[in-house]
C-alpha cells in the first residue's frame, strides 16, 4: 500500500524558517506531489505542489517565502518556509497522487504536522 511519514514543523517564532519533508513508501509510481494546510476553523488549502518533472505551483500567499523540492529517486518531497509569519500557523500535510493501477491516480494523505509560528 501507500503510507506518506511527515517530519519536521514545530513551533518557531515570525521571520524564521522550518522544514518538513515527506517520505512515500510505495511500489506504486508517484506523479504529483504537495503540501497543504488547514488551519483552524478553515479549509484545507494548497500551499504547493511539484510533478514528477520538478514543474512547482505555489500559493500567493507563501510565493517568494516557500519552496518546494523532490527527490524522486527517496519518493520525498520537502518544503523550506522562510520568512514565516502567524498566519503560515497550520496543519501542514502532505499529498501524493499516486497511479495505483494503469491511467488511474488516487490521492493519499500524511497524517499532519503542526508547525506555529509564534508573533
Known amino acids: 500500500q501507500v503510507q506518506l511519514v511527515e517530519s519536521g514543523g514545530g513551533l518557531v517564532q515570525a521571520g524564521g524558517s522550518l522544514s518538513l519533508s515527506c517520505a512515500a513508501g510505495t511500489p506504486y509510481r508517484i506523479n504529483t506531489m504537495g503540501w497543504y494546510r488547514q488551519a483552524p476553523g478553515k479549509q484545507r488549502e494548497l500551499v504547493a505542489t511539484?510533478?514528477?518533472?520538478?514543474?512547482?505551483n505555489y500559493a500567493d500567499s507563501v510565493k517568494g517565502r516557500f519552496t518546494i523540492s523532490r527527490d524522486s529517486a527517496k519518493e520525498t518531497v520537502y518544503l523550506q518556509m522562510n520568512s514565516l509569519t502567524p498566519e503560515d500557523t497550520a496543519v501542514y500535510y502532505c499529498?501524493?497522487?499516486?497511479?495505483?493501477?494503469?491511467?488511474?491516480?488516487?490521492?493519499?494523505w500524511g497524517q499532519g504536522t503542526q508547525v506555529t509560528v509564534s508573533s
Open positions: 511539484i510533478t514528477s518533472g520538478d514543474n512547482t
Open positions: 499529498n501524493a497522487k499516486v497511479v495505483v493501477r494503469f491511467n488511474y491516480e488516487r490521492d493519499y
